[in-house]
């Protein structure tokens, strides 16, 4: 036990980047599944999430100055605490997932202006381009096969599709997961809108996406508008898209 006692902030030390993360993962999915609105929350979230990750870093660091100050930090102690500074390296993950969803917040509220035109192949091979749908409203639908809310969605999306195709309505799904993927979970949860693989020129705009699910809007000038939310009931979508059919393209 006095041995154990001795190498205290090496087993810290050792343990604190794998706590870091298990911290991370259990206080914002906490968070997460105890948020009113997880639209307007997410820094919150993201910023406690990000300070729990500091507490193993924090538990070290006052083992060794315990030790320092008893005059017994050995070798090993400061192995220990230098392991447990590298962890500050995975308080990157918050980060990123920041500055991810802060773009994707100001991708999706653009408005007016002309949307980057794509243009790569579906998941059965066949070519897709925006440009050929010019004069059309144009769903693009971020996805991934793991999102429940997009297996939630999906299916709205495809009977929205067949019910106003005829009057200029166009739905593209885009995923950035292998073709084989996509085709499994179609068998599964079947849509008759083309799904886009990653193999062509896909804009970023497409690509930095944080949350899933995400709805680009194009109206039938070409340009981009806001869409509802994804945590919107889905007939507020369906209103605007209504109101962008009924405009009259020039």
Same mark, same amino acid.
């Given at each position: 036990?006095?041995?154990?006692? $001795?190498? *205290?902030?090496?087993?810290?030390?050792?343990? #604190?980047?794998?706590?870091? @993360?298990? +911290?991370?993962? &259990?206080?914002? %999915?906490?968070?997460?599944?105890?948020?009113?609105?997880?639209?307007?929350?997410?820094?919150?979230?993201?910023?406690?999430?990000?300070?729990?990750?500091?507490?193993?870093?924090?538990?070290?660091?006052?083992?060794?100055? $315990?030790? *320092?100050?008893?005059?017994?930090?050995?070798? #090993?102690?400061?192995?220990? @605490?230098? +392991?447990?500074? &590298?962890?500050? %390296?995975?308080?990157?993950?918050?980060?990123?997932?920041?500055?991810?969803?802060?773009?994707?917040?100001?991708?999706?509220?653009?408005?007016?202006?002309?949307?980057?035109?794509?243009?790569?192949?579906?998941?059965?091979? $066949?070519?897709?381009?925006?440009?050929?749908?010019?004069?059309?409203?144009?769903?693009?639908?971020?996805?991934?096969?793991?999102?429940?809310?997009?297996?939630?969605?999906?299916?709205?999306?495809?009977?929205?599709?067949?019910?106003?195709?005829?009057?200029?309505?166009?739905?593209?799904?885009?995923?950035?997961?292998?073709?084989?993927?996509?085709?499994?979970?179609?068998?599964?949860?079947?849509?008759?809108?083309?799904?886009?693989?990653?193999?062509?020129?896909?804009?970023?705009?497409?690509?930095?996406?944080?949350?899933?699910?995400?709805?680009?809007?194009?109206?039938?000038?070409?340009?981009?508008?806001?869409?509802?939310?994804?945590?919107?009931?889905?007939?507020?979508?369906?209103?605007?898209?209504?109101?962008?059919?009924?405009?009259?393209?020039?």
């Amino acid at each position: 036990m006095n041995k154990l006692s $001795k190498q *205290r902030v090496l087993i810290a030390g050792i343990v #604190s980047p794998f706590a870091a @993360l298990i +911290l991370y993962a &259990l206080v914002y %999915g906490t968070l997460t599944s105890y948020s009113s609105d997880r639209e307007k929350d997410w820094r919150f979230r993201l910023i406690v999430s990000a300070i729990a990750m500091l507490v193993p870093l924090a538990l070290t660091a006052f083992l060794a100055w $315990k030790d *320092r100050r008893a005059q017994r930090l050995t070798l #090993s102690g400061k192995c220990g @605490l230098a +392991l447990a500074l &590298l962890s500050l %390296g995975l308080a990157w993950i918050p980060i990123h997932d920041g500055i991810a969803r802060a773009r994707q917040i100001r991708n999706l509220a653009m408005h007016d202006v002309a949307a980057p035109a794509f243009d790569t192949l579906d998941i059965a091979g $066949k070519p897709q381009r925006l440009a050929d749908h010019y004069g059309d409203v144009v769903i693009v639908n971020i996805w991934a096969t793991w999102c429940e809310p997009c297996r939630d969605e999906m299916p709205k999306l495809d009977q929205l599709y067949r019910e106003r195709k005829d009057k200029g309505l166009m739905v593209f799904g885009i995923s950035d997961e292998d073709v084989l993927t996509q085709q499994k979970f179609v068998h599964q949860i079947p849509v008759t809108y083309p799904l886009l693989t990653l193999n062509g020129k896909v804009p970023a705009l497409y690509r930095d996406v944080a949350q899933y699910p995400a709805i680009f809007l194009i109206d039938r000038k070409g340009q981009l508008q806001p869409a509802p939310g994804s945590g919107q009931p889905f007939e507020k979508i369906e209103s605007v898209v209504n109101s962008l059919l009924d405009e009259v393209s020039r």
